[in-house]
């Protein structure tokens, strides 16, 4: 076996991309928030790159007045939840995700989600996902959410199982850098909208075209997912 699998205790998947189709129109959301700041702010700067839950944030910081700050982070929340649930009803999981988790399961390795998505929505495209994992926890979870590590070490807390023998599965770079900076092993799925290269330089331990092609590097003997 890999030194660098050991004997792992929990596996936690980021959800859109990873476990399921990425179907979110992040520009859309964007739009939306900028739209909303206009209402508050003389001139809206651009997110220059921000993820839109940071870009709102720092736009609401800039506001002098501390209630508008408050009404236009509430305008915004029901603005990305609107977007979340109408791409909800257009995503699936993905062929692979049910096997997966069943594999996992006969390995005696836990799983867990957690995702910057709204609970609703991650509930309208797999409706049993508590049952079927041991740990869920959405945007509306938690108040701290990746890359903020403190998301996957609760995930990890709930499921009894230590960072060093955990590894955070997602498709994007922010992904890895939420699992090294909470002391697990990584892996970079290219299921979602970032190619193999751009995963590749963010480092993972483990590196796959999807999280199918990704349990069977981990348990080769395990059978097809």
Request: proline share 6%.
């Amino acid at each position: 076996m890999d030194a660098r699998r050991g004997a792992l205790e929990a596996v936690i998947f980021d959800f859109d991309g990873t476990l399921a189709e990425l179907v979110i129109d992040f520009t859309a959301m964007k739009r939306r928030v900028t739209e909303a700041a206009a209402a508050y702010l003389p001139t809206v700067p651009p997110a220059n790159g921000l993820p839109v839950l940071e870009y709102a944030a720092r736009l609401a910081r800039s506001m002098a007045d501390g209630e508008a700050a408050r009404r236009f982070l509430d305008e915004v929340a029901g603005h990305v939840r609107d977007v979340e649930i109408e791409a909800a009803a257009r995503a699936r999981l993905f062929p692979a995700t049910r096997a997966a988790l069943a594999a996992l399961a006969r390995e005696h390795v836990r799983c867990g989600i957690i995702t910057r998505n709204c609970r609703e929505a991650v509930l309208r495209v797999f409706p049993d996902a508590e049952r079927a994992v041991g740990v869920v926890l959405t945007r509306d979870d938690t108040p701290y959410v990746k890359p903020d590590p403190r998301h996957l070490l609760a995930a990890l807390s709930a499921l009894g199982a230590a960072p060093a023998r955990s590894l955070m599965v997602g498709d994007h770079p922010m992904d890895v850098a939420t699992g090294k900076a909470a002391g697990t092993l990584t892996a970079g799925v290219a299921s979602g909208r970032v190619g193999l290269p751009e995963l590749g330089r963010s480092e993972p331990d483990f590196l796959a075209a999807d999280v199918a092609a990704l349990l069977t590097m981990l348990f080769p003997n395990a059978g097809a997912v």
